[in-house]
């Protein structure tokens, strides 16, 4: 017989944490309503799959960050999801925003985002890219790499001078999956400080009067369950920044210690909470600070999926029930195209019967998705009513972050839309992918 595996030993400072949104009920006769709409009524009226955003939750978790770190910059990642209202939130709530992309860039500048809040990211930003920051005039660009320094001061017109931060490796390994640890070396996002090649960079951007230094960022890896890693980060970066001191005479305003907070994907997963990030990492930060007589920089955090991903809703419709091999498929209108992260990442999911009641026994399936590949699963052994049956809609919590951004055409299926949820309305923020777009772009013979 075999057993189940333990589960990871919880740090004790990042408690489980709710699936769904604070706004989530059981509708009365049967299934879930968010931000006082039952999914079942948004499934109908935009088609499945659809993607459900509570604006409210947006909201909420970005205020979250802001109260629990008052004075520090919270700058979202808006590689998590964007979209012209999912900018106005952020653009209200007085958050920044963290672009990596002329895309992205153009997007939120057009959306009415002050382009001086913007952070821009990139290990290999184009061409377009660097010339569009400086057109748009955001507020930092950050150094990836020694090469990237020259060129970008050539771009700087004569007589001003663009703040920069340079991304730095502190040596710190985190993160849920292998592809998304970026804070030890042998990973290619920015300049190792065991190696020498962060404080060389220093030296350089010194150097060049049209790029202002203001400070050092690093991005330790996404889904980080525990707080403990933050701290390693603080631990190896202050010294940095006193040998800098001691080296340079400069003393740096700033310090963005990047985003990666977890959220929770299943029943009793751990997530970071903010005002325990405050207190630890800031705490460290301002013991180290004074160790070393420096200064306190003021924090830059960069949360992504934390803000957006427990917003997001993802509704299906059942296609088809199977019984074969000893296993039950339930499978769905939408997967790998429109959820990647179970392919990518190993990750499965919680899945709910959302538009009816059921009194059947639950029995265990597996929910897949309706594309070509065996790994396109989005939750194994999950229990579901034993009558389930097409035409039923069934509800994925935490879907709003790093989806639809990474969503593809794959199969033509099309990318679904977004509807936003709030005080019992819905509306349409972005529309589905429709086969006459995925025509449209092949335009050859
Ligand atoms: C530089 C940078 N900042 C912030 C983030 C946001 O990460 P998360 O969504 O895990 O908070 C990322 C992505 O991992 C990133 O690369
Ligand atoms: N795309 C990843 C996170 C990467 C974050 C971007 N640096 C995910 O879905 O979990």
Request: charged share 20%; hydrophobic share 40%; glycine share 12%.
């Amino acid at each position: 017989m075999s057993t189940a595996p333990a589960s990871p030993p919880r740090p004790p400072e990042t408690p489980a944490a709710p699936l769904w949104p604070a706004s989530a009920r059981a509708v009365p006769g049967g299934g879930i309503a968010v931000g006082g709409v039952p999914l079942a009524e948004v499934a109908d009226r935009f088609g499945t799959p659809v993607y459900v955003l509570d604006e409210d939750e947006v909201r909420a978790r970005a205020r979250a960050w802001r109260t629990a770190l008052p004075g520090a910059d919270v700058a979202y990642a808006g590689k998590a999801f964007l979209s012209r209202a999912m900018i106005r939130w952020i653009e209200e709530e007085g958050l920044s925003l963290d672009v990596c992309s002329a895309g992205e860039l153009e997007l939120a500048v057009h959306s009415g985002f002050p382009a001086e809040r913007i952070v821009l990211h990139g290990n290999a930003k184009s061409p377009d890219d660097v010339r569009a920051a400086l057109r748009l005039g955001v507020g930092r660009i950050v150094i990836d790499g020694t090469g990237e320094i020259a060129r970008l001061a050539a771009l700087v017109p004569p007589g001003t001078r663009q703040r920069v931060l340079l991304r730095v490796v502190p040596g710190v390994t985190a993160g849920a999956h292998a592809a998304v640890r970026t804070g030890m070396d042998g990973q290619k996002f920015g300049l190792s400080v065991a190696g020498g090649e962060a404080e060389e960079a220093v030296a350089r951007l010194l150097g060049q009067p049209r790029l202002e230094l203001v400070g050092l960022h690093c991005h330790l890896g996404s889904q980080i369950a525990g707080l403990g890693p933050y701290v390693s980060a603080v631990r190896r970066l202050v010294p940095l920044l006193a040998r800098i001191r001691d080296r340079h005479g400069v003393t740096f305003p700033e310090l963005d210690l990047g985003g990666g907070f977890a959220i929770a994907y299943r029943e009793g997963d751990p997530a970071v909470d903010p005002d325990t990030y405050a207190e630890r990492v800031m705490g460290e930060l301002t013991l180290e600070c004074g160790r070393f007589g420096l200064p306190l920089p003021r924090l830059t955090v960069e949360p992504g999926r934390w803000i957006a991903g427990p917003a997001g809703v993802a509704l299906y419709r059942v296609l088809s029930v199977k019984s074969t091999g000893g296993r039950t498929f339930v499978a769905v209108d939408g997967g790998m195209s429109d959820n990647p992260r179970p392919a990518l990442y190993g990750v499965r999911y919680t899945v709910r019967l959302a538009g009816r009641s059921s009194t059947a026994p639950g029995r265990s399936v597996t929910v897949v998705g309706r594309h070509c590949e065996a790994g396109d699963v989005l939750a194994d052994d999950v229990e579901l009513p034993a009558d389930l049956r097409p035409g039923d809609v069934l509800a994925v919590p935490a879907s709003g972050a790093y989806h639809l951004s990474m969503a593809s055409a794959y199969n033509l299926v099309g990318r679904p839309p977004v509807a936003a949820v709030s005080g019992g309305r819905a509306r349409l923020l972005v529309r589905r992918e429709t086969l006459a777009d995925l025509r449209s772009r092949d335009v050859g013979e």
